[in-house]
């Protein structure tokens, strides 16, 4: 009998496991606790923009005209505990308000409700990021609480998918990572990902904790190396070097690797920052402190970062951003996503404006969720539109919409020809052929 799946928890994780799960064969049955989320997704309809994914929905849930049927919505936790024998756990772990720790609330309370209904013998996967010691604790309490008692077991498989890749680094990822607590775990594990594993992808057995912190140390690692570039980026400004030329002849070393080694204004999103915030903190408890104090200098470059965007843009315009009009290009965190948490782009268009400039924001798929989060700056149906009168644009999340930008036309309707590439990703030639000053954080100016 194949083994029936559920998903706990239906985000970027969630949704995108659920479908994956559904592709790889397996009947699946999603819970979220917001009965909207259950709806729309119960429709083929992603709550969020990520590319393949609405696509890969559609083509299983049950209900859609042609779809495989393999894939269905509740928001009932008895319904999910009588269907699976594997529970996979994916709700989010936000950082706490006021606080560098994680808030292990929306964990807490899954498990919670999950343990009662598990009367039979099951598997319960968590692959929420969460602090070290986690799992080992979430363990016994499924024992106590989950009618079955031992027959529940519990490992922990860690997610590193990329927001804009979620579809293809879940059916394809780099490596699969479970932490077990006992044999049945990795047995049904196997079994689960038995394709990707057949198609190469790593399969790393560990116990709970080093599963745990695989994740973080992960995060952490690609957090310090853009920082470590941002860091040099700074060194070149000072020095009047070229940051963009630097990483790429460093990048030819294969030990470093080309990859993550793209200056700009920084990282942002609903993971880096949290992640190693939250793991400063845990290794605080743990008493190890002293081991992640540098990632308190990654997070200081990452913010800097941020604030050095907003005094070039504030140099550009003449020291003031009174009565400046300031065009910004992206809100989004990065390309190829509509997440706005902690987007250094709506960050920096968040500063300029509580400093008096006259913001104009567009982005191809952020629009909603940056209306949501700041409500008082203008924002424009096109990339020409928000730059109308600017003078000067910012371009802050590096869409394949903004190198596409003609500079000549683009050039006509701005008050100011004047760009401040904060991605490092347009042409400077080409801008600067069309008559552009052109400036790029740790480039030289010339
Ligand atoms: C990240 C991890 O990559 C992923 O493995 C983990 O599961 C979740 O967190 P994600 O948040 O989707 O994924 O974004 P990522 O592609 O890592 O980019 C994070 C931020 O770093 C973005 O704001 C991006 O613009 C920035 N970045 C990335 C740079 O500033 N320079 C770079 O060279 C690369």
């Not at 890969?56 to 928001?75: M, N």
Request: charged share 25%; net charge negative.
């Amino acid at each position: 009998m194949a083994l029936k799946i559920t998903v706990i928890g239906t985000g970027y994780l969630g949704a995108t496991h659920a479908a994956a799960m559904a592709e790889l064969g397996f009947e699946v049955l999603g819970l979220d606790v917001v009965p909207e989320k259950i709806e729309m997704l119960s429709r083929g309809k992603v709550p969020m923009y990520e590319p393949g994914l609405e696509e890969l929905l559609r083509k299983h849930v049950a209900g859609i005209e042609g779809s495989t049927g393999r894939l269905r919505f509740t928001t009932s936790w008895e319904e999910v505990g009588e269907f699976g024998d594997v529970h996979f756990v994916c709700v989010n772990t936000p950082q706490k308000h006021g606080e560098y720790a994680c808030d292990m609330s929306f964990v807490e309370s899954a498990f919670a409700a999950l343990a009662p209904q598990l009367r039979r013998p099951a598997l319960v996967v968590g692959k929420s990021t969460v602090p070290v010691g986690s799992a080992a604790r979430l363990a016994e309490l499924l024992a106590d609480l989950a009618p079955a008692g031992r027959d529940v077991e519990l490992a922990w498989n860690p997610e590193f998918l990329r927001e804009g890749f979620a579809v293809q680094d879940t059916l394809q990822p780099d490596r699969i990572v479970v932490g077990i607590g006992g044999e049945r775990g990795e047995k049904l594990l196997r079994e689960v990902y038995a394709i990707p594993i057949a198609e190469g992808s790593p399969f790393v057995v560990a116990d709970y904790p080093t599963a745990e912190l695989v994740k973080t140390a992960a995060n952490s690692f690609l957090a310090t190396k853009i920082s470590f570039i941002n860091a040099m980026a700074e060194v070149c400004e000072a020095a009047d070097g070229d940051v963009a030329k630097l990483a790429e002849a460093i990048g030819h070393d294969e030990r470093i690797g080309k990859k993550f080694l793209r200056a700009g204004i920084g990282f942002g999103g609903g993971c880096l920052p949290k992640d190693i915030r939250a793991f400063m903190a845990r290794a605080g408890e743990l008493g190890a402190d002293q081991a992640l104090t540098f990632l308190r200098e990654v997070d200081s470059i990452n913010m800097r970062r941020r604030a050095h965007m907003v005094e070039l843009a504030r140099e550009t315009v003449g020291g003031s951003f009174l009565g400046q009009r300031v065009a910004v290009l992206g809100a989004s965190f990065k390309p190829d996503s509509d997440d706005v948490r902690d987007s250094p782009a709506l960050n920096v268009a968040g500063q300029i404006h509580l400093q008096g400039g006259q913001v104009t924001v567009y982005d191809p798929k952020g629009m909603e969720n940056a209306r949501r989060v700041f409500p008082t700056l203008t924002y424009a149906p096109s990339a020409p539109e928000a730059c109308r009168g600017a003078h000067v644009v910012l371009h802050l999340t590096e869409w394949g919409e903004f190198r596409e930008l003609d500079p000549a036309a683009l050039a006509e309707v701005v008050a100011e020809p004047r760009i401040l590439d904060g991605r490092n990703a347009l042409d400077a030639a080409v801008w600067r052929a069309a008559g552009w000053t052109y400036r790029a954080m740790g480039r030289p100016r010339v």
